[in-house]
């Protein structure tokens, strides 16, 4: 979907407030995480956990690089740096007819950023 598309754009652009981010997401939204080993399931987990990654990912430098959108699904290559290391992903999203996402995975390469990613996600959950 297009506008759930646009909405996502907005809301990395914003730095991924966990409202605006709850506002995006179906009630039940389910994040696949490259550092999680179970998907995260509902609206509030899932806002809870994108905002943290993005918040992280802003702390560096950030931008897509590539973008696929078919229908509701949409496919979005990123690169980043953060503390130095550079930072592959890409970003999953499936919409629902309202435009709200109800399916995201975030895959990162190469192993030194994900594990970075991980330790930093640890960090910021545990800040709360």
Not at 99 to 111: L, N, Q
Request: proline share 4%; aromatic share 6%.
């Amino acid at each position: 979907m297009q506008l759930g598309l646009a909405a996502w754009h907005r809301a990395m652009l914003a730095g991924c407030p966990e409202d605006l981010l709850t506002e995006l997401l179906a009630d039940d939204a389910v994040f696949h995480s490259p550092v999680l080993h179970t998907p995260q399931v509902g609206r509030e987990a899932v806002a809870l956990h994108l905002s943290a990654a993005c918040r992280i990912l802003a702390l560096g430098r950030f931008a897509y690089v590539r973008e696929l959108a078919d229908g509701p699904e949409a496919a979005l290559e990123f690169e980043a740096t953060l503390d130095g290391v550079a930072v592959n992903g890409v970003h999953l999203l499936r919409f629902d007819l309202e435009g709200r996402i109800v399916d995201a995975k975030v895959m990162v390469r190469p192993f030194a950023a994900a594990d970075l990613l991980w330790r930093k996600m640890a960090e910021a959950l545990e800040d709360g």
